[in-house]
């Protein structure tokens, strides 16, 4: 039987989608300015272990950074404007530790969908770390982050490290064993590219008890046919465009 769900239908991507610099605290207070309560972000680890919030793997798309960012340490990402590359306004923007958002959305009563985005070899030590930032940050409150990836080997982790937090397995293609590999990793949801969603792989990830959650959506048509297959939450750019009390 499914366990009672505790987090919001619509999820912010990247905390504002596009309308501000993604993985910005100056985008989760922009789409929060929308109503919307849940936000997804990327979190990775500086070469010092402090868990941060990008999603490259590399810093020139998103900030005036270059190179590797796993490969720098903490003192250095935190002097980079990560705004300017969007727009003019938002100039000077840093990226967050993922202890700054955690408190920012703590303070606020928002929740926090974690997509644990290791540098590449780096899948398991990002997993643990991230998993163990939750667990302290969020440890009396009612409801906890839920951590996804598309790495199984870092919910691994997060899993071995922090069991009672919540999983969720990313999915950019339905690849042979994706649900026995979710059922293994005590996963709650299975999030995917929205379009591999149909009746027949949301009747099997539902008959195996998992929520059913779709990322990247921002038409209405597609959000439409995803209620109407019966999944559980979706992840959108277009906070300006949905509301999320629908």
Request: proline share 7%.
């Amino acid at each position: 039987m499914t366990t009672p769900w505790p987090y919001p239908r619509w999820i912010a991507h990247r905390g504002a989608g596009k309308l501000a610099p993604e993985n910005t605290l100056a985008a989760f207070k922009l789409g929060a300015s929308h109503g919307y309560r849940m936000f997804e972000c990327d979190v990775k680890l500086s070469a010092d272990g402090v868990p941060f919030l990008l999603h490259d793997a590399t810093l020139e798309r998103t900030s005036t950074g270059q190179g590797i960012a796993g490969e720098q340490p903490w003192a250095a990402l935190s002097r980079l404007d990560a705004g300017s590359w969007h727009s003019p306004e938002f100039a000077g923007e840093a990226l967050p530790t993922f202890e700054s958002i955690a408190r920012y959305c703590l303070d606020q009563g928002y929740f926090l969908n974690i997509e644990i985005k290791p540098t590449p070899g780096l899948e398991r030590r990002t997993g643990e770390v991230v998993a163990e930032h939750a667990a302290r940050l969020w440890e009396d409150a009612a409801v906890p982050p839920l951590l996804t990836s598309f790495e199984p080997e870092a919910l691994e982790a997060a899993l071995a490290a922090q069991p009672q937090l919540p999983r969720g397995l990313l999915l950019d293609s339905l690849w042979t064993g994706w649900l026995e590999t979710a059922l293994r990793l005590d996963c709650v949801a299975i999030v995917c590219q929205h379009t591999l969603w149909d009746s027949s792989s949301v009747t099997q990830a539902k008959s195996a008890g998992f929520r059913t959650l779709s990322y990247t959506v921002n038409d209405e048509p597609a959000a439409q046919r995803l209620w109407d297959l019966g999944t559980d939450g979706i992840i959108t750019d277009r906070v300006d465009l949905f509301s999320p009390a629908s």
